[in-house]
């Protein structure tokens, strides 16, 4: 792994190959204190190197700043890039998830729903009630997958693009759910109304068919009886009343 693989050759250099120089270091400047009391105590001109001991000091020091900010780079890289990769890998599951989602409301939008019933009607809208609501839901999972995508664009990860892509493309196919949910309604709506009306043919067919047999067996009750009456006058009576309900079924 590259920024692992520099810190590791960075840590190598620390401990291994710089610690020597040190000690050369040291030695160079115990060579010039050795050389410059020598000279001295021979009366002779004091010693002037091409490179002091003052600018290897100072170089040294400069060194030590370099490595500080080098290694400062490098936390700042590997903590970046370890963010990047959670980023990432969250980016996926979810956005896996999303599509997984997104297919299955598609084929479930798309279906043609039989409908043999006014109770059935009514479940299928209630069914499509659900779905709006867990449609209505499922705003945040994408507003939460936008986040992580500007994260990951905001860090300038190696697949930014790709990531944004992707992110639109979920989210032009989730906006797509809403024009197959309006359509999916209109269908079961016209089918409950088309349910409803059958509904009512029958029971206006149910009230008026009771109707007439509570009257066909009540005339059968009346036709049916042997009691005209013990009088002419009576049984005179009881013609007129059958010839007047025959009038008023004719």
């Known amino acids: 792994e590259g920024i692992k693989g ?30 410059a009391m020598k000279l001295k105590s021979a009366n002779r001109e004091a010693f002037q190197p091409t490179v002091t001991v003052e600018e290897i000091n100072k170089n040294w020091e400069e060194l030590g700043e370099i490595e500080e900010n080098r290694m400062k780079r490098l936390k700042e890289e590997l903590k970046r890039q ?11 599951n ?23 019933s006014l109770i059935t009607a ?28 500007n994260k990951i664009y905001e860090l300038n990860g190696e697949n930014k693009e790709e990531v944004k892509e992707k992110t639109e493309e979920i ?27 059958m509904e009512d043919l029958r029971m206006e067919f149910a009230k008026a068919a009771k109707e007439y047999n509570y009257y066909v067996k009540d005339n059968k009750t009346k036709l049916g009886a042997s009691n005209f009456g013990d009088s ?8 007129e009343n059958l010839d007047k309900e025959n009038e008023e079924i004719d």
């Open 6 to 35: 520099q810190i590791g050759e960075f840590r190598e250099y620390k401990s291994s190959e710089k610690p020597p120089k040190a000690g050369e270091k040291l030695h160079i400047e115990t060579l010039n204190n050795s050389i």
């Open 232 to 239: 002419l006058e009576k049984v005179r009576a009881y013609k």
């Open 171 to 197: 989210k032009k196919n989730w906006s797509n759910l809403e024009g197959l949910k309006e359509a999916k309604k209109a269908d079961l709506n016209e089918k409950l109304n088309k349910q409803q009306k």
């Open 82 to 92: 370890n963010e990047l990769n959670l980023l990432r890998s969250k980016f996926d």
């Open 122 to 149: 009514k479940s299928k809208i209630t069914t499509l009630e659900g779905f709006e609501n867990e449609y209505e839901r499922s705003k945040g999972q994408i507003e939460e997958l936008e986040e992580l995508a």
């Open 94 to 116: 979810k956005s896996k998830q999303i599509e997984e989602w997104i297919e299955r409301k598609t084929v479930y939008l798309n279906k043609n729903e039989s409908v043999d």
